[in-house]
């Protein structure tokens, strides 16, 4: 399957690759699955590092949780978490003879943190609210040109879940991204620095949550890769009745079904088992010719 050109910070194609793993990085205190295990910015290096080592393509880092319900953070605070992440992983990669590095992403809906990012080294925004929330956001990554993440949030993390309430969730979620790409290219931010995320959990039910899974095809008629982030998360739960821990493999699985489904960049704690998922995904379906 031909892909389509995803390019990040400096004009290089990752949209190219036959699949990409972001690894998350949870700066914070507080997120939904890993909450305060990487909470401080020497333990989020290393955290990034062994993220690194396992196979990870994208390293995505973040300093404000964005589980349904969170609070928000000050810019200050998710700065102060973020930014010594990035530049020590920017030391790293000008330090590394093994190979190509991990691209950096700055996980933020914030144009002031973005920016500081970029500055620092970040390759890539992954921005929650596909710039609704913060219109600084369009004209930031226009300037920079970095890859770019553009997730469908109907509302904050704090009041996300009171905004699930859609005739057509996906219908709602295609329009979303059409005005938010127009937005961002009026701007000057090329189409194909753009990727899409319909924003699996946030401000959606479970039934929501699985027409979006269902209906990805109609999702990719927009010319864009995707991006997803499905791991570990509640609606895993709710219908499979796992608990947190338990949930790796159904997020093994779907990655990999996802994938065949023509889904680009898979967000996950655990990267190697991604990687294996997608691997054994590729080799099994080698004889169809994808």
């Known amino acids: 399957m031909t892909r389509p050109v995803w390019r990040v910070r400096g004009g ?4 190219s690759a036959p699949f990409l793993v972001a ?11 890993d909450g305060g295990s990487h909470a401080s910015p020497e333990q989020a290096l290393a955290h990034a590092r062994r993220l690194a080592a396992e196979g990870a393509h ?8 964005t589980r349904p319900g969170a609070a928000p953070v000050s810019e200050d605070v998710e700065c102060a978490r973020i930014l010594p992440v990035i530049s020590g992983l920017k030391a790293l990669r000008a330090a590394s003879s093994a190979g190509p ?3 950096i992403s700055a996980d933020t809906w914030r144009a002031v943190t973005a920016r500081a ?3 620092a080294g970040a390759d890539m925004v992954n921005d929650i609210s596909g710039a609704s929330f913060d219109p600084a956001m369009a004209e930031t990554v226009a300037a920079y040109k970095p890859g770019y993440v553009l997730t469908h949030s109907p509302a904050p993390p704090a009041v996300m879940q009171k905004h699930a309430d859609y005739p057509d969730v996906v219908e709602a979620v295609l329009r979303f991204f059409e005005r938010q790409m127009a937005l961002l290219t009026a701007a000057g931010l090329p189409e194909e620095h753009i990727a899409l995320d319909p924003g699996i959990g946030f401000g959606k039910n479970l039934e929501q949550n699985l027409e979006l899974i269902r209906c990805i095809k109609r999702l990719q ?9 499905i791991s570990r998360k509640s609606f895993l739960g709710s219908l499979l009745g796992l608990p947190l821990e338990a949930r790796d493999a159904a997020t093994q699985t779907g990655t990999a079904l996802l994938w065949r489904s023509g889904v680009l960049a898979h967000r996950v704690h655990d990267a190697a088992g991604a990687l ?6 590729q080799a099994l379906a080698q004889e169809d010719g994808r």
């Open 276 to 281: 294996a998922a997608l691997r054994l995904a």
């Open 101 to 103: 590095f991990p691209l």
């Open 23 to 33: 690894g998350i990085v949870n700066a914070t205190p507080d997120s939904f699955s």
């Open 58 to 65: 994208i390293l995505d880092i973040g300093g404000e949780s």
């Open 221 to 229: 008629s927009l010319g864009r890769p995707l991006y997803m982030g």
């Open 12 to 15: 290089g194609d990752i949209g």
């Open 117 to 119: 990012a970029l500055e």
